[in-house]
Protein backbone atom coordinates (compact mmCIF):
# COMPACT_ATOMS: atom_id res chain seq x y z
CA UNK A 1 0.00 0.00 0.00
CA UNK A 2 1.35 3.54 -1.19
CA UNK A 3 2.47 5.69 1.85
CA UNK A 4 0.74 8.65 1.94
CA UNK A 5 2.64 12.02 2.38
CA UNK A 6 1.91 14.74 4.96
CA UNK A 7 1.83 18.10 3.55
CA UNK A 8 2.34 21.04 5.85
CA UNK A 9 -0.69 23.69 5.15
CA UNK A 10 1.29 27.01 4.09
CA UNK A 11 -1.18 30.40 3.36
CA UNK A 12 1.37 33.13 3.65
CA UNK A 13 0.82 36.40 1.33
CA UNK A 14 3.62 39.45 1.40
CA UNK A 15 3.55 42.52 -0.91
CA UNK A 16 4.52 45.53 -1.66
CA UNK A 17 2.46 47.99 -3.69
CA UNK A 18 0.72 51.38 -3.62
CA UNK A 19 -2.28 52.22 -3.13
CA UNK A 20 -4.61 52.23 -6.21
CA UNK A 21 -7.71 54.00 -4.67
CA UNK A 22 -8.66 55.63 -1.62
CA UNK A 23 -9.43 53.13 0.86
CA UNK A 24 -12.89 52.00 2.13
CA UNK A 25 -14.21 51.80 5.34
CA UNK A 26 -17.21 50.13 6.52
CA UNK A 27 -18.84 48.38 9.62
CA UNK A 28 -20.46 44.98 10.13
CA UNK A 29 -23.50 44.77 11.56
CA UNK A 30 -21.55 44.46 15.11
CA UNK A 31 -19.75 47.40 14.61
CA UNK A 32 -16.42 45.52 13.24
CA UNK A 33 -14.38 48.09 11.37
CA UNK A 34 -13.43 46.22 7.86
CA UNK A 35 -11.37 48.29 5.76
CA UNK A 36 -10.75 47.66 2.16
CA UNK A 37 -8.07 48.52 -0.62
CA UNK A 38 -6.37 47.29 -4.12
CA UNK A 39 -2.69 47.69 -3.60
CA UNK A 40 -1.01 48.13 -7.17
CA UNK A 41 2.02 45.93 -7.45
CA UNK A 42 4.73 46.15 -10.16
CA UNK A 43 6.55 43.94 -12.42
CA UNK A 44 9.27 44.66 -15.12
CA UNK A 45 10.37 42.04 -17.60
CA UNK A 46 12.07 41.96 -20.83
CA UNK A 47 9.89 40.77 -23.61
CA UNK A 48 10.44 37.97 -26.34
CA UNK A 49 11.85 41.36 -28.07
CA UNK A 50 14.88 42.45 -25.53
CA UNK A 51 12.06 45.56 -25.07
CA UNK A 52 10.85 46.31 -21.19
CA UNK A 53 7.56 46.05 -20.29
CA UNK A 54 5.74 46.87 -17.10
CA UNK A 55 2.53 44.82 -15.70
CA UNK A 56 0.74 45.94 -13.08
CA UNK A 57 -1.75 43.69 -10.95
CA UNK A 58 -3.84 45.34 -8.54
CA UNK A 59 -3.77 42.87 -5.54
CA UNK A 60 -7.32 43.54 -3.43
CA UNK A 61 -6.54 43.63 0.38
CA UNK A 62 -9.21 43.39 3.30
CA UNK A 63 -8.62 44.83 6.85
CA UNK A 64 -10.14 44.49 9.83
CA UNK A 65 -11.28 45.66 13.57
CA UNK A 66 -8.70 48.69 15.04
CA UNK A 67 -6.68 48.23 12.04
CA UNK A 68 -9.06 49.14 9.36
CA UNK A 69 -9.80 52.36 11.22
CA UNK A 70 -6.01 53.12 11.13
CA UNK A 71 -5.65 52.10 7.40
CA UNK A 72 -8.83 54.41 6.45
CA UNK A 73 -7.08 57.65 8.77
CA UNK A 74 -4.06 56.94 7.41
CA UNK A 75 -4.03 55.66 3.63
CA UNK A 76 -4.67 57.45 0.59
CA UNK A 77 -4.74 56.41 -3.29
CA UNK A 78 -0.85 56.13 -3.77
CA UNK A 79 0.02 55.82 -0.57
CA UNK A 80 3.02 52.80 -0.62
CA UNK A 81 2.16 49.78 1.48
CA UNK A 82 3.92 46.37 2.70
CA UNK A 83 1.06 43.59 3.56
CA UNK A 84 1.59 40.25 4.99
CA UNK A 85 -1.55 38.32 5.25
CA UNK A 86 -3.14 35.01 3.99
CA UNK A 87 -5.21 34.41 0.61
CA UNK A 88 -9.07 34.10 1.21
CA UNK A 89 -11.65 33.13 -1.22
CA UNK A 90 -14.93 35.38 -0.87
CA UNK A 91 -18.34 34.08 -2.74
CA UNK A 92 -21.23 36.23 -2.59
CA UNK A 93 -24.64 36.75 -5.00
CA UNK A 94 -24.90 40.19 -7.17
CA UNK A 95 -28.12 42.09 -7.55
CA UNK A 96 -28.67 40.12 -10.66
CA UNK A 97 -28.51 36.85 -8.70
CA UNK A 98 -25.44 36.08 -10.80
CA UNK A 99 -22.85 34.37 -8.12
CA UNK A 100 -19.55 35.70 -8.08
CA UNK A 101 -16.03 35.35 -5.96
CA UNK A 102 -12.64 37.02 -5.33
CA UNK A 103 -9.17 36.13 -4.60
CA UNK A 104 -8.03 38.88 -1.39
CA UNK A 105 -5.84 38.82 1.16
CA UNK A 106 -6.80 39.12 4.52
CA UNK A 107 -4.11 41.54 6.17
CA UNK A 108 -2.46 40.34 9.07
CA UNK A 109 -0.01 43.12 9.03
CA UNK A 110 0.16 46.38 7.36
CA UNK A 111 2.37 48.34 7.18
CA UNK A 112 3.00 52.02 6.18
CA UNK A 113 5.94 53.09 4.18
CA UNK A 114 5.23 56.54 4.35
CA UNK A 115 5.49 58.97 6.85
CA UNK A 116 2.68 60.84 8.21
CA UNK A 117 2.60 64.33 6.50
CA UNK A 118 4.67 63.02 3.58
CA UNK A 119 3.45 63.63 0.20
CA UNK A 120 3.59 61.21 -2.65
CA UNK A 121 4.71 64.34 -4.53
CA UNK A 122 7.75 64.67 -2.50
CA UNK A 123 10.21 63.32 -4.80
CA UNK A 124 13.23 64.84 -3.09
CA UNK A 125 12.41 62.97 0.10
CA UNK A 126 15.41 60.94 1.72
CA UNK A 127 15.16 57.20 0.90
CA UNK A 128 15.78 56.22 4.82
CA UNK A 129 13.01 58.29 5.10
CA UNK A 130 10.49 57.47 2.25
CA UNK A 131 11.18 53.70 3.41
CA UNK A 132 9.83 54.19 6.82
CA UNK A 133 10.39 50.27 7.50
CA UNK A 134 10.06 51.74 11.44
CA UNK A 135 6.81 53.41 11.30
CA UNK A 136 3.73 52.82 13.03
CA UNK A 137 1.80 49.35 11.76
CA UNK A 138 -1.62 48.40 11.51
CA UNK A 139 -1.81 45.02 12.91
CA UNK A 140 -5.50 42.37 12.51
CA UNK A 141 -5.07 40.36 16.39
CA UNK A 142 -4.00 36.33 15.55
CA UNK A 143 -7.86 35.64 16.05
CA UNK A 144 -9.20 35.26 12.79
CA UNK A 145 -11.22 38.59 11.75
CA UNK A 146 -13.14 37.16 9.13
CA UNK A 147 -15.90 35.67 11.07
CA UNK A 148 -18.68 38.19 9.99
CA UNK A 149 -19.88 38.96 6.52
CA UNK A 150 -18.12 41.90 4.56
CA UNK A 151 -20.27 44.57 4.26
CA UNK A 152 -19.33 45.48 0.59
Same mark, same amino acid.
Given at each position: ?28 ? /? =??? *? ?6 ? @? $? %??? +??? !? ?25 ? /? =??? *? ?6 ? @? $? %??? +??? !? ?55
Amino acid at each position: MPQKIRLPEQNSVTIVGRLAADPVLRYTQ /K =GQG *VCRFDAAV @N $R %SYK +DAT !GEWQKEVNFIPVVVWRDAAVRCNERLK /K =GSP *VFVTGRLK @N $R %SWE +DKS !GQKRSSLEIEAQKVQFLQVMGDDASEEGASEEKSAGLNKPVAEVPEETAGEEEIPF
